[in-house]
Structures are given as structure tokens and as C-alpha cells.
T-cell receptor, first 115, second 109 residues
Framework: NAGVTQTPKFQVLKTGQSMTLQCAQD?????MSWYRQDPGMGLRLIHY???????DQGEVPNGYNVSRSTTEDFPLRLLSAAPSQTSVYFC??????????????FGNGTRLTVT | KNEVEQSPQNLTAQEGEFITINCSYS?????LHWLQQHPGGGIVSLFM???GKKKHGRLIATINIQEKHSSLHITASHPRDSAVYIC???????????FGTGTRLQVFP
């Protein structure tokens, strides 16, 4: 039982490059989400999913795409990286709020630098 | 005004001291999480509570829904408790978590 696996741990991109941050969980969680963490600010929700085939925007979705083709995987795509996307990214998952008294499980984070 | 305010922002303590971290929020909530983030970045869920008090080892979390306030207490603090502690209430209206900016705790031997 690996929990939430997030890759890569570090990434440096040039402006305009694209990349995908991977997130996988093996706990059969319905809810998966991506956050970014910037100095002096709380975690901010980028996108989330409540099940395979269902995604929705969080509070800072611009510049990011997601898809959820399976329960286990929830990749985050940067189509054209910008310096403003330099941040630490966290994937998190849980059972659905209303059904379970369920804590969030976080991945170990990806530190992304866009130059 | 931020929807979630944590205090203090920074806290230093000697090993063995009793620690209190406070969280005030302005929205109606259905539950509140306390998270721990160690240097190096990993985030761990400590508690999720919607009323009263929960205890796990040396950690105690309390919440007063009427006063929109929660506290995290650490008894007999230890250097391994050094971390950032994050309060995250879940909005009743939007069902989204709202994260505080965290309290950085350093416990010295």
C-alpha cells in the first residue's frame, strides 16, 4: 500500500515548455486534487476530481489541465509553462467527504521552477 | 481579511513545553483539518474534527463551532515536533478546504 505517489520530485522548465505531473493512489479514493503552495500563502486548489471521468476547477485553474481516466491516476498538465507557475505542487486524495470521516492523504510534492 | 487566520505565525519552544496553536475562521464549516508539514515538504493529516475534542498521543485538537475557533495543543513538546502546522476548515457552502498559511514551530532540546 504505497498511498499517494507523486512524480517527479523536482523539475526545471523553460518558459513555454510543457510537462505532466503524475499522481497515483492505491487506496481506492474517489476524491483526488491538486494544490499549489507558494511562500506566504496557504495551499490553493488547482483542480479536483470526485471520480473517474469527472473533473472540476478549483480556485487557480488557469494554465493547468487535468484528466481522470481511472480511479487511481490524476495527472496535472502544464501546456505552456510560465514563471508564475514556479511553485511546489501537491496531489491529495481521500474518500468522499459526505460518506466518510476521511482525512486527506498527500503526495510528497513536486518542486517546479520555470525559468 | 483572510477567511482563516492562524496564530502565532512562528513559535519557538524548549523541549518539554506545552504548545498551543490557534486557528480562527470566518465561514460556516462542516469540519476542520489540522495538518503537519515537515521540512522537506511532506504533509500529513493529524486530525479531522467537526465538534469537541480529539486526542492522539501528545496531540490534542479542539474546536468551538459557535466561536469559529480551533486549537492544536502539543504536550511535552519534542524537537521532532518541529514542523509547520496548517489549519484547514472545510466550507459548508462550497465543500472546499480553505487553508491557513501555517504556524512554524521549532522545538529546541
Amino acid at each position: 500500500n504505497a498511498g499517494v505517489t507523486q512524480t517527479p520530485k523536482f523539475q526545471v522548465l523553460k518558459t513555454g515548455q510543457s510537462m505532466t505531473l503524475q499522481c497515483a493512489q492505491d487506496m481506492n479514493h474517489e476524491y483526488m486534487s491538486w494544490y499549489r503552495q507558494d511562500p506566504g500563502m496557504g495551499l490553493r486548489l488547482i483542480h479536483y476530481s470526485v471520480g473517474a471521468g469527472i473533473t472540476d476547477q478549483g480556485e487557480v485553474p488557469n494554465g493547468y489541465n487535468v484528466s481522470r481516466s481511472t480511479t487511481e491516476d490524476f495527472p496535472l498538465r502544464l501546456l505552456s509553462a510560465a514563471p508564475s507557475q514556479t511553485s511546489v505542487y501537491f496531489c491529495a486524495s481521500s474518500h468522499m467527504w459526505s460518506s466518510y470521516n476521511s482525512p486527506l492523504h498527500f503526495g510528497n510534492g513536486t518542486r517546479l521552477t520555470v525559468t | 481579511k483572510n477567511e482563516v487566520e492562524q496564530s502565532p505565525q512562528n513559535l519557538t519552544a524548549q523541549e518539554g513545553e506545552f504548545i498551543t496553536i490557534n486557528c480562527s475562521y470566518s465561514v460556516g464549516i462542516s469540519a476542520l483539518h489540522w495538518l503537519q508539514q515537515h521540512p522537506g515538504g511532506g504533509i500529513v493529516s493529524l486530525f479531522m474534527l467537526s465538534s469537541g475534542k480529539k486526542k492522539h498521543g501528545r496531540l490534542i485538537a479542539t474546536i468551538n463551532i459557535q466561536e469559529k475557533h480551533s486549537s492544536l495543543h502539543i504536550t511535552a513538546s519534542h524537537p521532532r515536533d518541529s514542523a509547520v502546522y496548517i489549519c484547514a476548515p472545510r466550507s459548508y457552502n462550497t465543500d472546499k478546504l480553505i487553508f491557513g498559511t501555517g504556524t512554524r514551530l521549532q522545538v529546541f532540546p
